[in-house]
């Protein structure tokens, strides 16, 4: 089973940084691409970042510019290097982790962290 530990959400004021971790562990086959979510209250989760494993990223448009994702594949962990922050960036964050195993048929997986608050306010 593969759990996903996320850290570095909290407070910030507006035009501060905050970066978020996720760290990876256990049965973990070959990871394709890892990524960040966010859901506001009221609002569907929508994608903030990815990056595959040959290390192309996406953005949502709302934060390019202002957002780095970035990946260690040693540690099987990703960041998301939020800089430039807004109140509309407040949300819970969610980790979302995409593997694949290659066999007969190969399988491919999806998981997910159990989400850390952003909050961004004066």
């Known amino acids: 089973q593969v759990q996903l530990v996320e850290s570095g959400g909290g407070l910030v004021q507006p035009g501060g940084s905050l970066r978020l971790s996720c760290a990876a562990s256990?049965?973990?086959?070959?990871?394709?691409?890892m990524g960040w979510y966010r859901q506001a209250p009221g609002k569907q989760r929508e994608l903030v970042a990815a990056?595959?494993?040959?290390?192309?990223?996406n953005y949502a448009d709302s934060v390019k510019g202002r957002f780095t994702i970035s990946r260690d594949n040693a540690k099987n962990t990703v960041y998301l290097q939020m800089n430039s922050l807004k109140p509309e960036d407040t949300a819970v964050y969610y980790c979302?982790?995409?593997?694949?195993?290659?066999?007969?048929?190969?399988?491919?997986?999806?998981?997910w962290g159990q989400g850390t608050q952003v909050t961004v306010s004066s």
């Open positions: 990056i595959t494993s040959g290390e192309s990223t």
């Open positions: 979302n982790l995409r593997t694949v195993h290659y066999g007969i048929p190969t399988n491919r997986y999806e998981y």
């Open positions: 256990g049965r973990i086959f070959s990871i394709t691409a």
